[in-house]
């Protein structure tokens, strides 16, 4: 089992910054990816971004890459999603999410466990 608790989110204007954070709980994190996805008023969860825990490979959606930046702090059992640029079609609610495998899937149904998730809203 692994425990995902999401935080970081709020209200930011067009162009500003907003830093997400999921600390993670429960197991060894080395044999997993870890990803954020989000899910905006009325849309299927989408997926943003992705990183292997051992090897820190990433994986980004078209739409972020440029703008946003995964990462994680082995020390802490921490994942973050720096969000630069932000855009009001960034609005939605962002959770973190785990999956077994080296590979930063996209492929959602491939991840289970899941936080409750951070909302956040960019105002134009």
């Known amino acids: 089992q692994v425990q995902l608790v999401e935080s970081g989110g709020g209200l930011v204007q067009t162009g500003g910054s907003l830093r997400l954070s999921c600390a993670a709980s429960?197991?060894?994190?080395?044999?997993?990816?870890l990803g954020w996805f989000r899910q905006a008023p009325g849309k299927e969860r989408e997926f943003v971004a992705a990183?292997?825990?051992?090897?820190?490979?990433?994986n980004y959606t078209d739409s972020v890459k440029g703008r946003f930046t995964i990462s994680r702090d082995g020390a802490k059992n921490t994942l973050y999603l720096q969000m630069n640029s932000l855009k009001p079609e960034d609005t939605a609610v962002y959770y973190c999410?785990?999956?077994?495998?080296?590979?930063?899937?996209?492929?959602?149904?491939?991840?289970?466990?899941w936080g409750q998730g951070t909302q956040v809203t960019v105002s134009s």
């Open positions: 999410a785990a999956r077994s495998g080296l590979w930063p899937s996209a492929a959602i149904n491939e991840y289970i466990y």
């Open positions: 429960g197991r060894t994190l080395t044999s997993h990816t």
């Open positions: 990183i292997s825990w051992l090897y820190s490979n990433t």
